[in-house]
């Protein structure tokens, strides 16, 4: 589990109920905890917000997008400079034994996407139809993203709508009923929730998972581009010290530090 995504959910939660009991004199009142349960508003907020994510998706999307969550809180194996050295040691398996060497090779990879471009690369595959090949999959790779991070991008635009729908119906219900001015102030606080419902809806959830979600396709995709560069280069029998050096620069310094140097390479 991703520890910063855990630390974050939790801190979110902790700094919205320290608020709420929290006095002026940071004495604490925790019974102040049930003036902001409200069932109705509750329903509103959540079934509303729910409503339109099941009216924009399929219900197969519908769940595939709720799966996002344990998306967000995983950590991903995105390691470039491991990446970086497997194509280094391909490289040399193919200037050494020839392409077909590569086919024993991939037995041992574990990304399928790598996989699949080094069996094409043994089966001869032209380099411009293996280019075509894996950026297809590359596009349909961040489409099937995107569907994900669109399922948590309106959610953060359907809460806050819909608090303001419940916000709403609480001030018609409340200016109904202005002849009892003791109820104005309880009216109008209960009002007010289905805005806050929805705020922390977005604010708290939705907008870091949204954000969580996008930093890791950008990541992934990335590091799909270096393996199509990698084995291209590869296919085309380019030196493996220049690999490398193609392939370092994806990276930032920092991470450049982190590959060996190849040593003994063929010139």
């Not at 950026?135 to 993203?145: F, G």
């Amino acid at each position: 589990m991703d520890l910063a995504s855990l630390i974050g959910l939790v801190a979110g939660v902790v700094m919205v109920i320290f608020g709420i009991v929290t006095n002026s004199d940071f004495s604490m009142e925790f019974g102040k905890l049930g003036n902001f349960v409200d069932i109705p508003s509750i329903i509103i907020t959540i079934g509303g917000t729910m409503t339109c994510l099941i009216g924009s998706n399929s219900i197969k999307e519908f769940v595939s997008g709720f799966k996002g969550f344990t998306l967000a809180i995983k950590v991903p194996k995105f390691e470039p400079a491991e990446t970086i050295r497997q194509i280094i040691d391909l490289s040399n398996t193919a200037r050494k034994e020839g392409l077909l060497a590569l086919e024993e090779a991939a037995a041992n990879l574990e990304d399928p996407f790598m996989k699949k471009g080094v069996l094409l690369i043994v089966d001869g595959t032209d380099p411009d139809l293996l280019r075509a090949i894996l950026e297809t999959e590359l596009v349909c790779i961040e489409d099937r993203h995107k569907k994900v991070i669109g399922f948590w991008s309106t959610m953060v635009d359907m809460a806050p709508a819909w608090g303001m729908i419940g916000t709403l119906i609480g001030l018609v219900n409340m200016l109904k009923n202005l002849s009892d001015f003791n109820s104005i102030g309880p009216n109008m606080a209960v009002a007010l929730l289905t805005t806050l419902y929805g705020s922390l809806i977005a604010n708290w959830l939705g907008n870091p998972i949204v954000n969580k979600l996008t930093g890791n396709n950008a990541k992934e995709i990335m590091l799909k581009e270096v393996m199509v560069e990698g084995l291209l280069s590869i296919q085309a029998g380019e030196n493996p010290r220049v690999i490398e050096e193609k392939l370092k620069s994806f990276l930032a310094p920092s991470q450049r530090e982190n590959i060996n140097a190849i040593e003994g390479g063929e010139q």
